[in-house]
């Protein structure tokens, strides 16, 4: 998550500041929300979970964006889109259950971090319908969805002869818990000692990295029991390198013991049993994943001789991850490697239990590759780049922990990567011919973490700047764009602004701090071609940018708070003078020598292009963090400032301010198209009005507000919402979030309810 900065406030005794009793009043109008395409999903897809019930209920999990259901048509509908303010973390799922016998029954474990970055304890949201509306039950520990080892699993698991009973492994060595009434409430299973020990970085204490893993996951060996009957026999693989990992129990959790002759050393992260066989599946990696581990084994476990068997189809520098059984046809089996860097990933598969394999692809005389499979990706072409070479393609994907065959259709398997969602309707011809078309099958899922957004008034409607996959220019807002930003690449993009005179002049900046490459470039179209800037300094990253209104001068405000200037893209950076580290930045839009900071309860400005800034005013004397400096592209001068305690307006400057009344608190916002030719702009805003928080639209320059947003669409965390308003079409606003891409709202009806 990206939080606001703490800075020092900073008054100046010859500044004025005006503040004008403005009566507010507050209604609302109705939107219709949809998500700007990107398709293919974006991130990380920890697991897929089919229902063995219901032929074609299918769910996936994502790490930072919520729960989703799979349609007939491949699609998927995103279920957790009222996910808001204090409860941004149900957006964070760490495990996911589906009910084989009262199938609308749906289960999700969420939380997203179990350290100080997340102050919920997790809850088990319980769905009676299919996921269509949840109830939020508390734990009294938490979980970690975007954790290390979040590909584990499932941590939760219904007993599929009982459906009352539920089992749960906890992280931070809270252990094994149960629910005998459908997940009301909970006790933990004193009997079950082994938590698990293994920490992916014990010296990371208050990060992400410093907490116990706990138990991996829960499996039942269905045949132990008939319907009606609690499930004696469960097995749980607990996250442990320095002993016995694989626990069972034959009384339904009463004792537990260590499985015999189980391999030692490695992490368990998947249990799948393939009940005809009377066989379990365990895949074994040396790191929690998603992205660590360097070795690790496929094991089979014979329930009724009780033998261990590595049956691994390769080994490298990889662990596995992803495994599946096809329940129609008994000794298919499929496995993944989970974090296989060079130069694929690789899925195996095997008709006979494990003894032989078959790969997707095979790499012949360097760096020649046989590939089995035809390569389809006309739902996301972005993801694949025709200028890349074999090894930094990447087709099959990466962190491939979610691997499943439909238990309904053996021609049909899904796999989640750290960018989507791949799968196959013709899987059976990989036994026959040995080839399969392998396809995105993500569309409908939209999982970013969205930095920035951009709509200049010529040109195409929106750019974004979007964490681990770059960016996008987006023509058709329900297109998934052919290529995301290169030239230079680099994984994400923190911020983007374009010249107000000159739209089609754009620049963004990364936060790739390695060195490789130069961390800002600009654009002369629109973002359809980059050039690096080559006065950048190597080795900085990060900030906020700012480019000036004929598109000549840069600012940038870096990663470590320094502000700097340049002239030009050969031009170096040199810093500008009388403005504070850490300040937020933005450039007028009509006067190309002007730009604009704040900082505390300062306001800057410069009139020499960013070279030296001067203090102007206090745009308030009790705010101590700016967040967001906009400019009225239409006027020059015009400038609000965004805070902490609300939003601030100067038609001088900067050198007065009025705050708006009954604006309690501002984060992101944006000017947009006028109600009327001759009306002043649209301002929408992400924050709080009359002690209500929400999205907020003024057609008036706030005198009064309309709050826009509904219990559909919360949009997730407020301060990690970018705002972007069209220039060309009133009432049209773009919301990114962090985790669920970019949403655009129109507006649906005409008349605002007050």
């Known amino acids: 998550m990206y939080g606001l900065s703490s800075l020092i406030p900073l008054l100046s005794a010859a500044s004025t500041l005006i503040s004008l009793p403005i009566a507010s009043a507050v209604s609302t109008q109705c939107y219709n929300w949809k998500n700007v395409r990107i398709g293919g999903g974006g991130g990380f897809i920890p697991n897929i979970v089919f229902n063995p019930g219901k032929k074609g209920l299918a769910y996936a999990r994502s790490d930072i964006g919520g729960a989703y259901r799979l349609n007939s048509d491949d699609s998927w509908t995103a279920l957790q889109d009222s996910v808001t303010g204090d409860n941004w973390g149900d957006w964070g799922v760490d495990a996911i259950a589906t009910d084989p016998v009262e199938v609308s029954r749906l289960y999700l474990l969420t939380g997203m971090y179990t350290n100080s970055m997340d102050p919920n304890s997790a ?84 990060g992400i990295n410093g907490d116990i893993i706990g138990i991996s996951w829960i499996t039942f060996d269905q045949s132990s029991a008939s319907r009606g009957t609690a499930t004696p026999k469960i097995y749980v693989g607990v996250a442990d390198k320095t002993g016995n990992s694989v626990f069972v129990t034959t009384n339904g959790g009463t004792s537990w013991t260590a499985v015999s002759g189980q391999p030692t050393g490695y992490i368990p992260h998947k249990g799948g049993i393939d009940q005809s066989k009377k066989i379990m599946y365990v895949t074994y990696t040396d790191g929690a994943g998603p ?16 033998a261990w068997t ?119 011809s990989w036994d026959s011919v040995h080839n399969i078309t392998l396809e995105s099958m993500a569309t409908g899922i939209e999982e970013t973490s969205i930095q920035a957004l951009i709509s200049p008034p010529s040109g195409p409607k929106l750019i974004s700047a979007v964490g681990d996959i770059t960016g996008y220019v987006h023509n058709n807002l329900d297109s998934a764009p052919t290529l995301g930003f290169t030239n230079p690449y680099w994984p994400t993009t923190l911020d983007l602004d374009y010249a107000g005179n000159k739209p089609a002049n754009v620049v963004r900046v990364g936060s790739d701090s390695s060195g490789s490459t130069k961390q800002i470039a600009v654009s002369t179209n629109s973002g359809v071609s980059w050039t690096p800037h080559t006065g950048a300094p190597d080795g900085t990253s990060g900030g906020n940018v700012a480019l000036s209104a004929d598109g000549t001068t840069i600012l940038w405000r870096t990663g470590g708070g320094s502000v700097s200037v340049s002239a030009g893209t050969n ?30 309860t300062s306001f800057y400005i410069s009139r020499d292009a960013g070279i030296s800034f001067t203090k102007s005013s206090p745009y308030h004397t009790d705010s101590s963090s700016p967040v967001r400096i906009v400019a009225n592209v239409r006027k020059s001068g015009d400038v609000w400032v965004s805070a902490d305690t609300g939003l601030f307006h100067s038609t001088d400057f900067g050198h007065t301010f009025t705050k708006i009344a009954n604006v309690d608190r501002g ?40 709050k826009i947003d509904d219990a559909a669409h919360g949009f997730g965390a407020p301060n990690s919402i970018p705002v972007a308003a069209d220039w060309n079409t009133y009432g049209r606003v ?19 309810t007050t």
């Open 123 to 206: 809850h088990i949201l319980r769905s009676l319908d299919y996921g269509g509306t949840f109830e939020r039950i508390t734990l009294p520990f938490k979980a970690g969805g975007n954790m290390p080892g979040r590909g584990m699993g499932e941590r939760l698991a219904i007993d599929p002869n009982k459906g009352s009973i539920l089992f749960l492994g906890a992280r931070s060595g809270n252990g094994l818990w149960k629910s005998t009434d459908y997940g009301s409430t909970w006790a933990k299973v004193s009997s079950f000692t082994k938590v698990g020990t293994y920490i992916p970085d014990p010296s990371d204490t208050s």
């Open 291 to 306: 992205y660590d581990g360097t070795s690790g084994y496929i094991y089979r476990y014979d329930m009724t001789s009780g």
């Open 310 to 428: 590595n049956i691994s189809p390769s080994s490298g520098t990889f662990g596995f991850g992803g495994v599946s059984v096809d329940v129609q046809k008994p000794g298919t089996v499929m496995v993944a490697t989970l974090n296989q860097w060079w130069p694929d990933a690789t899925i195996w598969r095997s008709l006979d239990s494990g003894n032989t394999w078959s790969p997707l692809w095979e790499l012949t005389n360097y760096p020649n590759i046989n590939l089995y499979f035809k390569y389809d990706v006309t739902a996301a072409p972005w993801l694949y780049d025709p200028a890349s070479t074999n090894e930094s393609r990447k087709l099959v994907g990466w962190m491939i922990e979610g691997l499943c065959i439909d238990p309904f259709d053996s021609n049909h398997f899904l796999y989640g990567t750290g960018a989507t969602v791949y799968g196959s309707r013709d899987l059976l």
């Open 571 to 600: 031009t170096a950076f040199t810093a500008s003078s009388g403005v504070p580290s850490g300040a937020v930045i933005a450039s007028d839009k009509k006067d190309n020598t002007i730009f604009y900071a704040a900082s505390g």
């Open 667 to 706: 984060y992101h916002f944006a000017l947009g198209a006028p109600k009327t030719s001759a009306g002043y702009p649209a301002v929408f805003m992400v924050g709080t009005v009359s002690g209500t928080a929400g999205i907020w639209r003024s057609d008036d320059s706030c005198v009064s507000w309309i």
């Open 734 to 752: 773009y919301l990114g979030t962090n985790g669920r891409g970019i949403f655009y709202g129109d507006v649906s009806c005409a008349t605002p």
